[in-house]
């Protein structure tokens, strides 16, 4: 395996840390509604939140991290990796966020993470 591979897993990790950090600070801020100047209040209040500021700062490093995979990958090798991200959210969400994980979502996951070792082995 490359050396550079830990540019894909530092992807993984940080675009999941960032949605991750996105939804405590969402959770902060509160639920959107189909009212338009609620929906501006939210979003302001959204985007002076510091853990939905520092999800996005994190989703930026995650991008840039991706390109240098990519400079090193091919895209087709690259990206699918990124599905990983899903376990760590689910992971996360489960058990530190008291999100409800049912069979049915497991399963899934299962399934993109037996996609993605398919995918390391080709």
Known sequence: MSKYFIFILITVVLNASSQLLMKAGMNRVGEAEMNGS??????????????????????????????????????????????????????????????QVNMLRVAGIGLIVAGTVILAAS
């Open 38 to 99: 609620q929906i501006v209040s939210l979003i302001l209040s959204a985007i002076l939140n510091p853990l939905i500021i520092l999800g996005l700062i994190t989703m930026t490093v995650s991008m840039v991290t991706h390109l240098l995979s990519l400079s090193r990958f091919d895209v087709s090798f690259a990206f699918p990796f990124i599905s990983l991200a899903y376990v760590i959210v689910l992971a996360w969400g489960h058990f530190f966020l008291g999100e």
